[in-house]
């Protein structure tokens, strides 16, 4: 099967005629093709959303409310064939696409197209000067949206509905490695009569499709969800340029673990937040730290549901851990389990690819790994794994916990188990994360800002914030 392009309402070829393998994890084999897009597809799709710009930004918000709902209604019509199709290109379990990442997916757009129609402008009367000044939001004109391969359609639509929303045409590149609901979201947004160049959606390559876009003079603004140093990238050719940009990048998230905690629920929830997605979620909680009195009995219990956990077949019912993404990124994850024996950590699960028999004889499989008996600041409690690898920790004090949580260069998200609600909010305000989950993990309120500090990114999506982000406010000030 050969993926195209969608530009300017259509479904195209890339100019150059070349095309890229498409892999399944779970088998190992090439099951597709998309394009390998350059510079020249990047400036027909921006020539597109340019001339699509001018209505699309005049249509009213209701009617492009209406047109987001309708893509959600398909997403909604479509549940099980996106499931496939994203377990398939991705290798997560299906049922994990087809309950978090499709619904989700419908979600987004759904949010949006309800909310630019609650998204006020300001007005300040000056008193004694009779004055008065209000703010007018605009749309930017072209934004750039380039997603992650993770959660493939779930961050392309978190992207890309804000920016429709708020008036802009988009320009989006969704990652190489995972491009089929991309590809299947284009057919669904043709059903659903988004106009001609409103979304264009060019496939390929980082270092071709992705810097074209980020270069290209006509794109003033530029959303990324990806790694910290792709971001450096990004950040590095858009500043002198001066546009917007908005990075949500890399993750080492602590998961705290207080001896007074929900035992069961923690237990239960960490080993969901260590593993799901096979560990390929920007929010899971690799680093897991758990007060002294409690240690012993929390690794038993851990160590013991980890290693019943499946891992196979991602299209098999009973599979809670998938394949993961890549070859690459296979040797990538078990290159730091190597570099976590040699820091002098011990394995207490897993550490080793998995054979899967039948069809995925040869998938990228890895089992769900613990090791303990590191250092909070050695090389794999610091850097980005983003694999089924969690290491466990103990602590002593409050103040121990928070400077090893604290102590990488990432501040994504973090969680907090204990039944004392005062120390639950001291210790949740002095993590240096975005995001902080207290006796839970991953419970999202789209209302909410999400981002990271420090290389977690720079700016924040969601709610508001996203439409805030995708518009630029002009102040009008009147005097009377």
Known sequence: MKLQNYINGQLVEPV????????????GEVYSCIPDSDEQDVELAVKAAQAAFTAWANTTAEKRGRILMRIADLIDQNLD??????????????KLAKTVDIPRASSNMRFYGTAIQHFASEAHYMEGTEAINYTVRHPHGVAGCISPWNLPLYLFTWKIAPALAAGNCVVAKPSEVTPMTAYLLSEICMEAGLPAGVLNIVHGYGHKVGAAIVSHPKVPVISFTGGTTTGKSIAATAAPMFKKLSLELGGKNPNIIFADCDFDNALYTSVHSSFA?????????????IERPLYDKFKEAFVEKVKALTVGDPLEDGTKVGAVVSEQHMQKVLSYIELAKEEGGTILAGGHQVQVEGRCAKGWFIAPTIIEGLSAECRTNTEEIFGPVVTLI???????????????????SATIWTQNLTRAHRVAHQLHSGIVWINTWLLRDLRTPFGGMKSSGVGREGGFEALRFFTEPQNVCVKL
Do not use: H, M
């Open 16 to 27: 150059a005629g070349q095309y890229i393998d498409n892999y399944n994890p779970a088998t």
């Open 277 to 289: 997605n096979q560990g390929q979620i920007c929010l899971c909680g690799s680093r897991i730290f």
């Open 81 to 94: 064939r996106l499931a496939e199709a994203e377990s398939i290109d991705n290798g997560k379990p299906l």
């Open 394 to 412: 103990p602590f002593d004090a409050e103040e121990e916990v928070i400077e090893y949580a604290n102590c990488t260069a990432y501040g994504l």
